[in-house]
């Protein structure tokens, strides 16, 4: 089968497309022919080996962490799902590989497709989608009346983040540039900011809950206008030591990470702020609510641009980069 896959970590060179064996489905897998995969900053940071210490992974690595796509076959324990089924997924951290013809999709981490829009294009919501969702809800104990900054809104998880923060009946807040000021708008936002032109620590305080998606400086000054009591939930800092303990990281690593992390978690204790660092985790149930909140009109994915696989590369730079609006698919 054709696949996007690395044999060392390295730049975008390091990135290759080429045959590689199909993968065996176990006895709770689904064996899917991929529709789409969505580009995410870990892929990137997968490929640069940014994650390495927490993450360990075999060679040759296929990049990929969702997609969308129709199920091939099944194991031998698997029940809610057949052969011919339209599914998405965010495949699990330690088993990713969706930027490929077909792929390993654990059952329970699978939920029935949407029926309202394409199937290539439901590859967008997985991974960002669960992350807005347990950024919001789970974390931030996001409430209807609240007020919420979500940092970049035109982005892939930004934009998901906003449609569901406004479905709460929270005041919604973003960062983004002019030209997608109404773009947000569209999507949830009552604030647009513009981060070139105005410094949003400045006009802005007591938040109730951020989600940052930028690190560094940004997330310090969102920690500085959040409210005592109020939730700060980074996606994209360095994971905190606790966090690497529960996926059972060990000393040198979790002190390494205690040092990296030391701004924002003193920064925190010394407001009362709640600070969060999100690696989201795969959920079907979770998922199946996604679809559903797309199917009833609630939520719809903005695509960016697709890519075939063999352009995998330009996906991934383009991203990175920063210049995508919304997602960027993949297809086989």
Not at 17 to 32: A, H, Q, R, Y
Not at 79 to 92: C, E, S
Not at 177 to 188: P, Q, V
Not at 308 to 322: C, T, Y
Request: glycine letters at 10%; one cysteine or more.
């Amino acid at each position: 089968m054709l696949a996007a896959y690395i044999n060392r970590y390295g730049g975008p060179a390091v990135l290759q497309v080429g045959d590689l064996p199909e993968p065996k489905p176990g006895p709770s897998d689904l064996l899917v022919d991929v529709a789409a995969a969505s580009v995410n900053p870990i892929d990137f940071k997968l490929r640069d080996g940014k994650v390495k210490a927490v993450l360990k992974f075999a060679f040759p690595l296929i990049l990929g962490n969702d997609l969308s796509g129709t199920v091939r076959a099944v194991g031998a324990n698997v029940r809610r799902f057949k052969a011919g089924d339209r599914i998405v997924a965010r495949l699990d951290k330690a088993r990713i590989g969706a930027f490929a013809e077909r792929a390993l999709v654990a059952d329970a981490d699978a939920a029935f497709a949407p029926t309202s829009i394409d199937l290539v294009d439901a590859a967008a919501l997985p991974l960002a989608g669960l992350t807005a969702w347990q950024a919001l809800f789970e974390m931030g104990q996001l409430q209807a009346g609240q007020s919420i900054l979500i940092h970049a809104g035109a982005g892939g998880v930004g934009h998901f983040a906003l449609q569901l923060a406004r479905w709460k009946g929270a005041r919604v807040i973003t960062t983004a540039s002019a030209k997608n000021r109404e773009h947000c708008l569209a999507l949830g936002a009552d604030e647009v900011i513009d981060y070139r032109s105005t410094r949003f620590d400045q006009a802005l305080a007591d938040v109730d809950v951020v989600l940052d998606t930028q690190g560094g400086d940004t997330l310090l000054r969102s920690i500085a206008i959040t409210r005592a009591g109020g939730h700060v939930i980074s996606i994209t800092a360095p994971p905190t030591p606790e966090v690497a303990r529960a996926w059972g990281v060990k000393p040198p690593v979790t002190w390494i990470l205690g040092f990296l992390t030391r701004r924002e978690r003193a920064a925190a204790r010394a407001r009362g702020v709640n600070y969060h660092y999100l690696f989201m985790r795969p959920d079907g149930a979770q998922l199946a609510e996604l679809v559903g909140l797309v199917d009833s009109g609630v939520l719809k994915p903005s695509i960016d641009r697709r890519y075939p696989l063999l352009q995998a590369a330009a996906a991934l730079a383009h991203v990175e980069a920063g210049h995508a609006v919304g997602k960027v698919l993949v297809l086989p």
